[in-house]
């Protein structure tokens, strides 16, 4: 079983910045996709932002130009830098990785419901002066 485990974590003032990191216990090339989420107390969790085993990268609108996700599967690491924090962001931050189920075809398609996810203790981030 993979284990994630986040780090970097902390109380920040507004407009700072924080880099958060995350190791993953075996071979993270294995992860079709990684990322970051996080959830803020009695809402879901939530899309920061992903990053596929191409370098392709996704991120919600709240990140787009403040933060950079970034992955190294030398290292076994995937990265979230995170610049001008606002309050807003306050929440907990879960590292998050996912292996897919592809079909045999040509080309191959992510079978659905086969979709093993794998999730970090997440790691608390405190915007505030």
């Known amino acids: 079983q993979v284990q994630l485990v986040e780090s970097g974590g902390g109380l920040v003032q507004p407009g700072g910045s924080l880099r958060l990191s995350c190791v993953a216990s075996?071979?993270?090339?294995?992860?079709?996709?990684m990322g970051w989420y996080r959830q803020l107390p009695g809402e879901q969790r939530e899309l920061v932002a992903s990053i596929t085993r191409d370098s392709t990268m996704n991120y919600a609108d709240s990140a787009k130009g403040r933060f950079i996700v970034s992955r190294d599967d030398d290292k076994n690491t995937v990265e979230l830098e995170m610049n001008n924090l606002s309050p807003e962001d306050t929440a907990v931050y879960y590292c998050?990785?996912?292996?897919?189920?592809?079909?045999?075809?040509?080309?191959?398609?992510?079978?659905?419901?086969?979709?093993?996810?794998?999730w970090g203790q997440g790691t608390q981030v405190t915007v505030s002066s």
């Open positions: 998050h990785g996912a292996i897919f189920t592809w079909t045999a075809s040509n080309p191959p398609r992510i079978v659905p419901g086969r979709t093993r996810d794998f």
């Open positions: 075996r071979n993270s090339a294995r992860f079709d996709i």
